[in-house]
């Protein structure tokens, strides 16, 4: 009698209902698991601007890298603190107030240097531009000036903000400095010179092609 009084058009449309309600709700799984994968994929080689400091020769340099695979555009930062505002050179104060009102583009794996001041002294030594600093001068900013912060803000590709905040000391004790390779080696000397310097050099190396030939 019981089963006589189901109503079976009715439980199949319920298993109707119900099955397709999983099918749905499997198929919006799914949608959501291809959107996080995405996602992810984009997340992963998304361009990704990293800040240092590297120690090279006779110097400390702000490194700016993208270490990300996808391309950095319309890089905007603002470098301050007192290492930079209160810096030793004139020369490297312009150079970050002008870098303030500038943008540039960093492909993935790229790399950009900006000088911040001489590492200690142990000599005099001839620095490329023409503002002359004994060692006692550099030694004894570096003793004031390293343990200071090095503020960093900013944005890029439109939407990524840069907020860093570190200091020289910060990257010495920690033993992190890196050593350009030597082709960046090379192209950061000679982005120091100025004309004057690179015409000596010149000079010198035309001198020394005619003693080799008179030989």
């Given at each position: 009698?019981?089963?006589c009084?189901?109503?079976?058009?009715?439980?199949?449309?319920?298993s109707?209902?119900?099955?397709?309600?999983?099918?749905?709700?499997?198929?919006?799984?799914?949608?959501?698991?291809?959107?996080?994968?995405?996602?992810?994929?984009?997340?992963?080689?998304?361009a990704?601007?990293?800040?240092?400091?590297?120690?090279?020769?006779?110097?400390?340099?702000?490194?700016?890298?993208?270490?990300?695979?996808?391309?950095?555009?319309?890089?905007?930062?603002?470098?301050?603190?007192?290492?930079?505002?209160?810096?030793?050179?004139d020369?490297?104060?312009?150079?970050?107030?002008?870098l303030k009102?500038?943008?540039?583009?960093?492909?993935?794996?790229?790399?950009?240097y900006?000088?911040?001041?001489?590492?200690?002294?142990?000599?005099?030594?001839?620095?490329?531009?023409k503002?002359?600093k004994?060692?006692?001068?550099?030694?004894n900013?570096?003793?004031?000036?390293?343990?200071?912060?090095?503020?960093?803000?900013g944005?890029y590709?439109?939407?990524?903000p840069?907020?860093?905040?570190?200091?020289?000391?910060?990257?010495?004790?920690?033993?992190?400095?890196?050593?350009?390779?030597?082709?960046?080696?090379?192209?950061?000397?000679?982005?120091?010179m100025?004309?004057?310097?690179?015409?000596?050099?010149?000079?010198?190396?035309?001198?020394?092609?005619?003693?080799?030939?008179?030989?």
């Amino acid at each position: 009698m019981l089963i006589c009084c189901v109503n079976w058009d009715a439980v199949s449309a319920i298993s109707n209902i119900a099955m397709a309600a999983i099918a749905f709700g499997s198929l919006a799984f799914s949608f959501y698991l291809l959107y996080k994968e995405r996602k992810q994929r984009i997340e992963d080689n998304r361009a990704r601007i990293d800040f240092s400091i590297i120690k090279h020769m006779h110097g400390y340099y702000l490194c700016v890298e993208n270490v990300g695979k996808e391309t950095a555009y319309d890089i905007k930062v603002h470098v301050g603190g007192s290492p930079i505002e209160n810096n030793l050179y004139d020369f490297v104060k312009k150079v970050f107030l002008d870098l303030k009102d500038s943008r540039f583009v960093l492909k993935g794996g790229a790399k950009r240097y900006f000088y911040i001041s001489p590492s200690i002294m142990e000599y005099n030594i001839k620095l490329p531009w023409k503002e002359k600093k004994t060692k006692d001068e550099i030694n004894n900013w570096l003793k004031e000036y390293d343990e200071k912060a090095i503020t960093i803000n900013g944005k890029y590709n439109n939407k990524y903000p840069i907020k860093e905040s570190f200091t020289i000391r910060d990257f010495n004790i920690l033993g992190t400095f890196q050593i350009p390779s030597p082709i960046e080696s090379i192209a950061g000397v000679v982005s120091d010179m100025d004309t004057y310097t690179l015409n000596e050099i010149k000079e010198s190396l035309n001198n020394i092609a005619d003693k080799l030939e008179n030989k």
